[in-house]
């Protein structure tokens, strides 16, 4: 991807991001928030993957772990979904 593409596709996951909370507002489940993320970037036309296992690479090792990635989109960028009173995103392009 572009760093234009990549731009956009982060404007465009913040924007799906605050259209969730509008809608369903706070104090719900994490899960549902990722679910209903997931749907809104999925209708943009972006490849969503939930739940994503991960390793953990170590010199030459290789560690499997019980850690999953909330959501990985266009295999690229990692969005951890956390429920709090205030949150501030941060999104870090490769």
């Known amino acids: 991807?572009?760093?234009?593409?990549?731009?956009?596709?982060s404007y465009d996951i913040?924007?799906?991001?605050?259209k969730v909370h509008k809608e369903l507002g706070p104090g719900l489940?994490?899960?549902?928030y990722e679910?209903?993320?997931?749907?809104?970037?999925k209708e943009k036309g972006?490849?969503?993957n939930q739940q994503v296992a991960t390793k953990i690479n170590y010199g030459k090792i290789e560690i499997e772990t019980p850690?999953?990635?909330?959501?990985?989109?266009?295999?690229m960028i990692v969005i951890?979904?956390?429920?709090?009173?205030?949150?501030?995103l941060f999104i870090k392009p490769n």
């Not at 850690?67 to 295999?75: A, G, P, R």
């Open 1 to 9: 991807m572009t760093k234009a593409e990549v731009t956009q596709l």
């Open 14 to 18: 913040v924007g799906c991001a605050i």
């Open 29 to 32: 489940l994490e899960s549902v």
């Open 35 to 41: 679910i209903c993320l997931a749907y809104e970037l």
């Open 46 to 48: 972006y490849l969503v």
């Open 67 to 75: 850690l999953k990635v909330d959501l990985l989109v266009n295999e």
């Open 80 to 88: 951890e979904i956390k429920t709090v009173e205030n949150c501030y």
